[in-house]
């Protein structure tokens, strides 16, 4: 289930391969994408240079807003993608942590695919944060389901 974070899918079209990754900030800090990559080549043999991935709807860097005492914005591995607002919160670019951590896992960035569809301004996809902007905040979430015929 997802609110507004990134539904990552990994394909290895070699090997027949699939992979389906939450990347909520959380998830992102804790390196999981490294950890999933490391874990699809050990145990499939599968090389990151192989892999293809997608990104699905999520907050856009536009939208992505935290609280003040975001405790990342010191840490030297997100700090190029926080950026403080006038409001004195702080914006966090996750599409961008999620790309630097599938480069650095060894992917080639023609083998990234991001449409960069913001969560909270399209009109298709739920967003969690926009139904607490506008006063109508529930538990609702989205499904991201990943399937590979045979």
Not at 6 to 17: E, G, H, S, T
Not at 62 to 89: G, V
Not at 123 to 131: A, D, G, L
Request: aromatic letters at 12%; proline letters at 6%.
């Amino acid at each position: 289930m997802i609110a507004d974070c990134i539904p990552l899918a990994i394909y290895d079209p070699k090997n027949k391969v699939i992979a389906l990754i939450h990347c909520s900030w959380k998830n992102l800090d804790k390196l999981i994408i490294p950890k999933v990559i490391k874990k699809i080549v050990k145990e499939f043999g599968s090389a990151s240079k192989d892999l293809i991935v997608e990104f699905g709807p999520s907050l856009g860097p536009c939208c992505y807003k935290n609280l003040p005492e975001l405790k990342q914005k010191d840490d030297p591995k997100w700090r190029p993608y926080i950026f403080k607002a006038a409001d004195k919160t702080y914006t966090i670019d996750i599409w961008g942590v999620t790309q630097n951590q599938l480069l650095l896992s060894g992917l080639l960035e023609k083998n990234i695919n991001n449409p960069k569809i913001c969560t909270y301004y399209s009109h298709e996809y739920f967003s969690y944060r926009k139904m607490r902007v506008e006063g109508t905040e529930d538990n609702f979430r989205f499904a991201a389901v990943l399937g590979m015929k045979k």
